[in-house]
């Protein structure tokens, strides 16, 4: 084990005997070898909460859940994306958003912010924590799944998209749905893109302050072309 992980030997008869404790990256490359969690040796183990998630309940088994350690950087790499779609409530404008895709062991997860213009425009507050909004993200037959739900707030909303056979290789296609009861005014399904951002940091942070609603014109050609605003969602 030692030579796999390119660990002392004597430093690690060390910790076996209680004389030392390694350092957190030593620990985690510990762990990842043995598949066991941390938390057994920095928390007693009474206080380990060992229930599984919904999606890994045992019997989820094979059906919802299944899959969800399968996706690849390839299939959908890690980083910045800029997204738009229509509205749901807004039917001239569009939505323009950036979101944070990263892996935490085999997940893959998401995480970005409600613009403070679109939260104020609706009369709700803009602090952090509200604005604030997280998923999962998974692979389908024939691309990914994204469920996203703001903080302490039962409606998730969900996306599907596919990746774009195009030159450039940066850009996936697809819908977002909320659950909503039909109502005369809004829509419940919008299409959608994605564009994945390889940008500075700074640049990112400049493209996300452009976030919240834009007029149509406002959108780069790739996504006002293919959010077909014209067309009804079949």
């Not at 944070?100 to 912010?113: A, E």
Request: glycine share 8%.
């Amino acid at each position: 084990m030692c030579r796999q992980l390119g660990i002392n030997r004597t430093q690690f008869n060390r910790y076996l005997s209680g004389e030392s404790f390694p350092r957190p990256d030593v620990l985690h490359l510990i762990c990842q070898f043995f598949d066991v969690d941390a938390r057994v040796l920095l928390e007693p183990l009474e206080a380990l909460d060992t229930r599984p998630g919904v999606l890994n309940h045992p019997f989820l088994a094979g059906t919802v859940g299944s899959g969800m350690q399968a996706l690849t950087e390839e299939a959908f790499p890690s980083g910045f994306y800029r997204f738009s779609r229509k509205s749901f409530v807004e039917n001239d404008l569009v939505v323009v958003g950036v979101v944070y895709v990263f892996r935490d062991g085999q997940y893959t997860f998401l995480r970005g912010y409600e613009p403070r213009a679109a939260m104020s425009a609706h009369g709700l507050p803009t602090n952090g924590p509200l604005r604030e909004y997280r998923g999962y993200v998974s692979p389908q037959e024939d691309g990914i799944s994204i469920n996203v739900s703001h903080r302490h707030n039962m409606a998730a909303t969900f996306n599907f998209l596919g990746r774009v056979a195009a030159f450039q290789n940066k850009f996936w296609l697809g819908y977002s749905a909320r659950p909503t009861r039909e109502t005369l005014r809004g829509r419940r399904v919008a299409r959608m893109v994605y564009e994945h951002m390889d940008l500075p940091l700074q640049e990112t942070v400049a493209l996300a302050r452009k976030t919240g609603y834009v007029d149509p014109d406002e959108l780069p050609d790739f996504h006002k072309r293919h959010l077909m605003l014209d067309t009804p969602f079949t």
